[in-house]
């Protein structure tokens, strides 16, 4: 504990910069997913193609990713440009199934309404696809989230992996308290951010508590109908 | 005046959902097209607002082929009320109500105000505006929906089999609560059940169909039932097994004027006013078909 109180000034600052770093894929991992996600369920040949991809993504490993991308992109190999691409990559990769399955989620009885009443292609998407594929997006960014924040501890190796710079430094060390700093300090950050989409989510999408609590499900009684009709309906 | 000519679907898999269909909807009366599933008739309502293209012939509303509009556009000058009340879960009630004029580009202030005043019409309590659809009850998200299919003021309302979800009694009632709707706003409905009762209670034009959309028989409540085309019609209403021939039981003492109507197996179907052993006559107009008085009421709230 005497380590932390030394040395707060630095664990903190490394908090923020694993933060930034993660946040960065996680966000343009969920942005570029809508899309691939939505031509995956409509097009059975975009499914062919992207959900294989996705996974064939997934299983490069993450060091020979950090290391190799330098080489692709042209950056320096200690540019932390390397790890914000790499993770979004994996982002990605996760995403674009969970997306696909989110859309596929959404009821067709209600996107024919919705047609049916007069929504263009646009409007149907915005209105009625996007928002519905919300609580299956949901789940799925956050398996991201909690999987971008602890693999970015691997970048470490190439210099910009924030928290887990007290993983290879408490290792070389060989001072245990250090270690556990860091790995208890990349948990609260999962923690924080899971907190964050989890209430981001109730705000947006209100309709959704009525399907997680069945109790407040409760049908008003038809007697709710205007007094005046319902008493000869 | 919606028209079908010689309209015509076949779709991908080679399934002949409609063959040579034709047939004039009347403006401002209610036309129920009435069959078993499998007789296309979802597929023609379905075709009047172009969420199915037809293979082949024409279709014109007052004259203008439909082929010839955005569907887009054409969908939004058309209610349009389904099974289930296809409610969007995650609009409140009167954003559901409201998404039509909105779409048209109708402030979004304005639209919830009409909006208000369409659960009146629809006889809902405005204390439902700011609930979504789980929070309801069957019946008031179908009241919604026809709520909703009536927002832009459409002059034509699809109904496809609205009230096959509902409990009989819900029914009975939203089916009274469309009678009185359509003598107020005089829209042309264009109504697909399978239940023929229910086309009788609605139509002022009934349209029975066969497999592949085949017209077995077209007129009003009371001409098929006085003269079915053929068996299949008979055997459609019911005429077949003497559901539709009543007789007075001759059995069961009189009730005042009132004697008990049988049908031809011999179950109760109803009364009959028999002043003086003549039965009772009279002219109804399918205008002034029984809706209680204080149904009335709701229609000015």
Redesign the interface.
């Known amino acids: 504990m005497v380590w932390l109180w030394n040395n707060l000034g630095l664990v903190l600052s490394l908090t923020l910069e694993h933060a930034r770093l993660s946040a960065v894929p996680i966000v343009v991992g969920f942005a570029a997913s809508i899309p691939l996600g939505w031509l995956a369920n409509r097009y059975r040949i975009a499914r062919g193609i992207l959900l294989p991809t996705g996974s064939i993504l997934f299983t490069i490993p993450s060091i020979a990713l950090f290391v190799s991308l330098p080489l692709v992109l042209g950056t320096k190999i200690l540019d932390p440009t390397n790890v914000v691409v790499a993770l979004t990559i994996y982002a990605v990769a996760i995403m674009v199934r969970g997306a696909a399955d989110a859309f596929g989620s959404v009821s067709a009885d209600v996107q024919l309404s919705a047609t049916a009443i007069g929504n263009s292609p646009w409007t149907r998407f915005w209105s009625v696809q996007f928002p519905l594929a919300g609580p299956v997006l949901l789940a799925n960014l956050r398996v991201v989230s909690v999987s971008t924040v602890s693999l970015l501890s691997v970048a470490a190796l190439v210099g910009n992996g924030g928290l887990g710079y007290l993983f290879i430094n408490g290792y070389q060390r060989d001072f245990p308290e250090e270690v556990l700093v860091g790995i208890i300090a990349i948990l609260l950050l999962a923690l924080l951010f899971d907190l964050v989409l989890v209430v981001v989510g109730r705000l947006l999408m209100p309709w959704e508590r009525l399907r997680r609590r069945p109790s407040r499900l409760k049908p008003v009684h038809d007697s709710a109908v205007h007094d005046s009709a319902g008493a000869a309906l | 005046m919606i028209e079908f000519r010689s309209v015509a679907k076949r779709f991908p898999d080679g399934t002949i959902a409609v063959d040579d269909f034709s047939l004039v909807i009347p403006s401002r009366k209610t036309t129920v097209l009435v069959g078993s599933s499998g007789s296309g008739k979802t597929t023609l309502l ?1 075709m009047i ?1 172009r ?1 199915v293209d037809p293979s082949s012939g024409v279709i014109e509303i007052d004259g203008e082929s439909i082929l010839d509009r955005n569907p ?2 054409l ?3 058309i209610g ?1 009320v ?1 099974q ?1 009340s ?5 609009f409140k009630v009167v954003d559901n109500v409201a ?2 004029p909105v ?1 048209n580009g109708v402030p979004r202030k304005v639209a919830r105000a009409q909006a208000l005043e369409l659960l ?1 019409t629809v ?3 405005r ?2 505006a700011n ?2 659809p ?7 998200q179908q ?1 919604v929906g026809v709520a ?2 009536l927002a832009a003021n459409p002059n034509i309302l699809l109904m496809d089999e609205p009230f096959g979800a509902v409990d009989p009694i ?1 029914r009975a ?1 939203l089916q ?2 469309t009678i009185r709707l359509q003598r107020d706003l005089d829209k042309t409905v264009v109504f697909v059940t399978h239940d023929i009762d229910e086309a009788f209670l609605l139509g002022d034009q009934v349209v029975i169909l066969e497999k592949g959309a085949k017209i077995a028989q077209l007129g009003t409540p009371g001409e098929i039932l006085a003269n079915p085309a053929n068996e299949f019609v008979a055997s459609f209403i019911g005429a077949d097994r003497g559901k539709r021939r009543l007789i007075v039981d001759a059995n069961v003492a009189p009730r005042g004027d009132d004697r008990v109507l049988v049908d031809a197996g011999g179950y109760p179907v109803g009364l009959i006013a028999a002043p003086d052993g003549r039965l009772a006559t009279g002219s109804p107009s399918p205008k002034s078909r029984s809706i ?4 009335d ?2 229609g000015d ?1």
């Open positions: 379905r607002n969420m887009v556009a969908r939004r000058s349009y389904m289930n296809g409610l969007l879960p995650h998404t039509v779409l009146d006889g809902l309590s204390d439902l609930r979504y789980a929070e309801l009850s069957g019946g008031q009241r909703r299919g819900v009632e009274q609560e209680s008085n204080k149904t009421q709701a709230a």
